[in-house]
């Protein structure tokens, strides 16, 4: 049985038409870059999210950076994250000049954990990016009211939870992305939306916000060739546009496909001694970029165990932000985010995508049942 991590060419056989046109179109129409598809785009996008302002750049790291570069901070400046993450949260608070606090996340979640966030709060402290790791939203509600207390900046890394949906106290029910200040979002091709190339975005209901993270994703000009600040060149272009507007009209159902895929998982492989399944926070939905099972003391070796039989799986994320040779100067060491440190022994996602077939999910539960028994 061929089974894939993420089957992206299946998924584009059922859609080859109506990409196929689309991308013919862009070619005929001779707009490459800004205007037109992207205009088109970024307008659907943001009908989805009902949000204020969705600008296109050209990938999730630099959405991240477009954030930063709005506020206006200055050197040394604290930012609180994740140590449990893809590297470009960390990345671009350095590339910044910013001074990166990073906080430890919860066990269950693997989320950055409010408590942490609260010990790390100072009087240097000007924004906290949380990331909705994996397709499921951070605790926002509480994150939210330190970020009031201690007026910080939030920007919500939700480059792997486009479509989730977070739900208040009250009963309000929101997309992830529109509840902080700033929301970013990557549409590499694996991510839930994910283009034929790189691709990114940033949201915000902030109009302020909105015109000078538009103006610094184009060199910072404003009338064309008047430059207001220092900006950078970061677009999306006309083609991917394209076809991410095509998948946008699909991606409630792929939602639904991965959420299937991972009721499945859940179903089969609930109750088994040795490992665990996600847990399901009561604020969020779960959209499932990734199904990742805790396996302590016998993750390699399942992994080693899966792919003896044709089964691809993935460990994100293998060693903690703090811990990489890159990002020692920061002063971190082992021991300081023991949650995040064990999560990294301890993940395994499954392969999850939107054309996982009942007989791929058979054949993987299949083979995690027999090495467990
Ligand atoms: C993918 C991802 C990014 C970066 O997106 P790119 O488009 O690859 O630059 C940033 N943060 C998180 C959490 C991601 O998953």
Do not use: W
């Not at 109506?18 to 970024?42: L, M």
């Amino acid at each position: 049985m061929n089974i894939q991590m993420v089957d992206l060419l299946s998924q584009y056989d059922k859609i080859k038409i109506e990409i196929d046109t689309q991308i013919t179109n862009v070619i005929r129409s001779s707009i490459f870059v800004k205007g037109g598809k992207v205009t088109e785009f970024e307008e659907n996008l943001r009908k989805y999210l009902h949000t204020g302002h969705v600008i296109a750049c050209g990938n999730g790291t630099d959405a991240l950076q477009i954030a930063l570069m709005a506020l206006n901070l200055n050197e040394g400046d604290e930012v609180i994250t994740t140590p449990f993450t893809f590297v470009s949260t960390l990345e671009v608070l350095v590339l910044m000049k910013l001074k990166p606090i990073l906080a430890d996340v919860d066990p269950d979640t693997f989320n950055i954990s409010p408590e942490s966030v609260m010990n790390c709060v100072t009087e240097k402290t000007k924004a906290i990016v949380p990331v909705h790791l994996y397709g499921q939203c951070s605790d926002l509600e509480s994150l939210m009211n330190i970020a009031k207390t201690h007026n910080l900046v939030l920007i919500e890394d939700a480059c792997q939870a486009l479509g989730t949906e977070y739900h208040f106290t009250n009963g309000e029910t929101v997309k992830a992305g529109t509840i902080g200040d700033i929301a970013c979002n990557s549409f590499f091709p694996t991510k839930n939306l994910g283009a034929f190339g790189d691709g990114g975005a940033i949201y915000t209901s902030n109009d302020e916000l909105g015109n000078s993270m538009r103006s610094i994703a184009n060199h910072g000009m404003g009338i064309r060739y008047h430059y207001h600040r220092i900006g950078m060149n970061s677009r999306l272009d006309a083609i991917q546009a394209a076809i991410l507007d095509v998948k946008l009209k699909y991606l409630d159902q792929y939602i639904l496909a991965r959420q299937n895929a991972a009721a499945f998982y859940d179903h089969e492989l609930s109750g088994i001694q040795g490992l665990s399944i996600p847990v399901r926070a009561t604020y969020s939905s779960h959209t499932f970029h990734q199904y990742t099972l805790k396996v302590p003391g016998r993750r390699d070796e399942l992994q080693k165990y899966l792919k003896e039989k044709g089964i691809p799986s993935m460990v994100y994320y293998p060693i903690p932000l703090h811990l990489q040779e890159a990002y020692q100067f920061l002063g971190y060491k082992p021991g300081d985010f023991p949650i995040a440190e064990e999560l990294s022994q301890q993940v395994l996602s499954l392969p999850m995508h939107t054309e996982l077939s009942n007989d791929q999910l058979n054949f993987i539960v299949a083979a995690i049942l027999e090495f467990f028994n």
